[in-house]
């Protein structure tokens, strides 16, 4: 779970792989802030241990799918030894049909990353050469060019990025794309010949779907605390009464995320002249003021659970087939560990949480800049007509919800067979992650929109005090956003916001001054 007892992921600098579980934290310091990866002994001494174990079984020519086997539907044809290498290198061109548009820096980091985990934990027979490559991909800021549309759950983007470890593909270096044998010689390094099981050990494997949930869980969680914070400013701004948030309403509901939320933003609101002028101003608010404890918490249930599961899947081996020592041998058992199931069901469940989050954001935008129902200025803007205001950010919260919602239908509950119906159910788990990680990012803005507003709105209660704590996230908004006396071009104000948010500092100020926002 994500704690203010952690590091920041921008002050981790360096993860060590081997002696562990790696956290969600480590994942989020190497795929976005650049944290470099590093073996321990433990580390290497699986790896090697458990490819002396392949190598033994393939002088021993025994049957092992992918290894002296062809793949899927081909697994009933016998690849001899002498083959083994030819055989790798072309599950891997062969596989890197994935097209369209590309994906992101740090979603690539973060797969390449998971790929390390994965293989590391000696049950794969992969060479401790090839995941000391890959890791110097990620040390030495190497970042494979991957497709990132057409994957049913694995292979297409894992294989792209594992031809430019043999040293073809393309691949971006000093802000050029290159060849990829460019690339590695121009920042000196070698690619490796793929022996045998180790092309398949790259492309196999929930590597990209895992990845995927963690950027996406990372930014839903830090998104829950911050619309508490943005929630509790647009409550005190549209004169909203702090009776709803009273504990004894929320102590007869059993859902402690419910309880919590009421009380985060009681703490939030502490001191504020504006919350006590008009305690008594409306019997009862609108629901996406008065239900903030009740939404925001199933919210934060939501992820809450599906951190146990994504948790549970990054420390996980989901290579096929797997590695076991017994005694002075061993044995290749042949399972279905690449299955993304228990992740991609919980990224679809993620996007229907955020959904919801989303929609009671917009609601309350849209009471900010509506005359009607906020008692403010139509649009927040002193001179309405001549001036438009914040009448259209409202748009870009809706164009965005809109957006949201069509992507929250589930992913994983589609099946279309293949590998001629040798894999006749697919868990379609890695557009559910994908999506999932869009719409976060897509939040984190109608979020920025809410906080820009509810801002605005601040300075038409003077001489009335804000809280402490919304004070302080005002300055910080001010700091990159002035007040609006009449129009300007918007979009670099919700852009510097939602850095903000993206970054964790409006989340990170509030903690620093209640201490942590609960979950």
């Given at each position: 779970m994500i704690t203010t007892d952690f590091l920041h992921p921008k002050d981790i600098k360096e993860v060590a792989l081997g002696d562990g579980a790696v956290s969600i934290e480590e994942i989020i310091a190497v795929a976005r802030y650049g944290a470099k990866?590093?073996?321990?002994?433990?580390?290497?001494?699986?790896?090697?241990?458990?490819?002396?174990?392949?190598?033994?079984?393939?002088?021993?020519?025994?049957?092992?799918y992918g290894v002296t086997t062809g793949f899927g539907s081909n697994m009933t044809e016998v690849i001899s030894p002498q083959d083994a290498e030819t055989l790798q290198r072309n599950i891997v061109r062969s596989h890197a049909v994935s097209v369209g548009e590309t994906l992101e820096k740090e979603?690539?980091?973060?797969?390449?990353?998971?790929?390390?985990v994965n293989l590391g934990q000696g049950y794969s027979g992969v060479r401790l050469q090839v995941l000391k490559l890959i890791a110097s991909l990620l040390n030495h800021d190497i970042l494979p060019y991957v497709p990132g549309e057409g994957s049913v759950g694995y292979l297409?983007?894992?294989?792209?990025?594992?031809?430019?470890?043999?040293?073809?593909?393309?691949?971006?270096?000093?802000?050029?794309?290159?060849?990829?044998?460019?690339?590695?010689?121009?920042?000196?390094?070698?690619?490796?010949?793929?022996?045998?099981?180790?092309?398949?050990?790259?492309?196999?494997?929930?590597?990209?779907?895992?990845?995927?949930?963690?950027?996406?869980?990372?930014?839903?969680?830090?998104?829950?605390?911050?619309?508490?914070?943005?929630?509790?400013?647009?409550?005190?701004?549209?004169?909203?009464?702090i009776k709803a948030f009273d504990p004894r309403p929320h102590a007869l509901k059993k859902h402690e995320e419910q309880a919590k939320t009421a009380r985060n933003v009681t703490r939030i609101l502490e001191g504020s002249q504006i919350i006590d002028?008009?305690?008594?101003?409306?019997?009862?608010?609108?629901?996406?003021?008065?239900?903030?404890?009740?939404?925001?918490?199933?919210?934060?249930?939501?992820?809450?659970?599906?951190?146990?599961?994504?948790?549970?899947?990054?420390?996980?081996?989901?290579?096929?087939?797997?590695?076991?020592?017994?005694?002075?041998d061993g044995i290749a058992l042949m399972a279905g560990n690449f299955d993304g199931s228990f992740v991609g069901i919980?990224?679809?469940?993620?996007?229907?949480a955020l959904a919801n989050l989303a929609k009671i954001t917009e609601r309350r935008i849209d009471r900010l800049v509506n005359h009607h129902l906020s008692e403010l200025p139509n649009f927040l803007v002193v001179n309405p007509g001549l001036n438009s205001g914040y009448m259209i950010p409202q748009y870009t919260a809706a164009g965005l919800l809109n957006e949201i919602r069509v992507l929250s239908h589930p992913a994983t509950i589609d099946n279309i067979p293949t590998c001629a119906n040798q894999e006749d159910v697919i868990s379609?788990?890695?557009?559910?992650?994908?999506?999932a990680y869009r719409i976060s990012k897509k939040l984190e803005y109608i979020l920025a929109i809410e906080l820009m507003t509810a801002t605005q709105a601040m300075d038409f209660h003077l001489p009335l005090k804000p809280s402490p704590v919304t004070e302080g996230v005002y300055h910080l908004?001010?700091?990159?956003?002035?007040?609006?006396?009449?129009?300007?071009?918007?979009?670099?104000?919700?852009?510097?916001?939602?850095?903000?948010?993206?970054?964790?500092?409006?989340?990170?100020?509030v903690e620093m001054s209640i201490g942590e926002i609960e979950f």
């Open positions: 990866v590093t073996f321990t002994e433990a580390y290497c001494e699986r790896v090697d241990k458990s490819r002396s174990l392949i190598e033994k079984f393939l002088e021993d020519n025994r049957l092992i979603v690539v980091r973060a797969i390449q990353l998971m790929i390390l297409s983007p894992e294989a792209h990025m594992s031809l430019l470890v043999i040293g073809e593909g393309r691949a971006w270096y000093n802000d050029e794309l290159l060849p990829g044998k460019d690339a590695l010689a121009q920042s000196g390094l070698k690619p490796v010949t793929l022996g045998c099981k180790e092309g398949l050990a790259l492309i196999s494997g929930t590597a990209s779907v895992t990845a995927m949930a963690v950027l996406a869980l990372y930014n839903s969680m830090q998104a829950a605390k911050t619309a508490d914070i943005t929630g509790a400013m647009s409550l005190e701004v549209l004169k909203g009464t002028t008009y305690k008594e101003h409306r019997l009862q608010d609108a629901l996406s003021l008065r239900c903030i404890p009740q939404v925001h918490g199933a919210i934060k249930r939501v992820l809450k659970d599906a951190a146990v599961s994504i948790e549970n899947e990054m420390n996980s081996v989901s290579d096929n087939p797997l590695i076991f020592p017994e005694e002075e919980y990224a679809d469940t993620i996007s229907i379609f788990a890695y557009f559910a992650s994908k999506k908004v001010r700091t990159e956003v002035p007040k609006v006396e009449e129009d300007r071009f918007f979009h670099p104000d919700i852009e510097a916001i939602y850095r903000q948010i993206h970054e964790g500092e409006i989340v990170k100020l």
